[in-house]
């Protein structure tokens, strides 16, 4: 049994098919399940002026706060929906490049799991579009569980 699953999110369909298969994974158990989505850094222009009443610092954070206040928002409604199937859920944001983030979150909590959505791309279009799934699967010293889904 996962005392520990963490559940990457991004905010698509495709990443929320994994879902059902979380409820199975966690049902009836102590299962501690931790929903978790990478945001993107907030794009800010370097022409800051001057004359502004914060400092860029504190504009950076600011902005970076809101996006994650954003994303916690997507994953407290999903939190809600499998909570009421009884699962413990927990939820948490970061900011940067998902698979690193991802990976590094997942060592930081302990998670005995990493659960995801894999688009089932192969050859040149997994290179191409480039595959968070996919770097996160080879370098993660945590075991991954992918989840098949097919094309929307």
Excluded: F
Excluded at 34 to 44: D, G, M, S, T
Excluded at 62 to 69: D, N, P, S
Excluded at 119 to 140: C, E, F, N, P, Q
């Amino acid at each position: 049994m996962y005392r520990k699953i963490l559940v990457p999110l991004d905010g698509s369909e495709l990443s929320e098919r994994v879902l059902p298969h979380i409820a199975k994974l966690a049902q009836g158990g102590e299962s501690e399940v931790v929903l978790y989505r990478v945001c993107e850094p907030p794009v800010i222009l370097a022409d800051y002026p001057a004359d502004l009443r914060t400092a860029w610092e504190d504009h950076v954070r600011q902005e970076t706060a809101h996006i994650q206040e954003q994303c916690r928002i997507y994953l407290n409604d999903v939190q809600g929906k499998l909570a009421r199937s009884g699962l413990k859920v927990t939820v948490a944001t970061g900011v940067g490049k998902a698979p690193e983030q991802i990976i590094d979150y997942a060592v930081q909590i302990g998670a005995d799991v990493i659960v995801m959505a894999s688009h089932g791309r192969s050859g040149i279009v997994r290179w191409a579009y480039g595959s968070t799934t996919d770097r996160v699967l080879k370098s993660s010293p945590i075991p991954v569980l992918l989840i098949k889904s097919n094309e929307l």
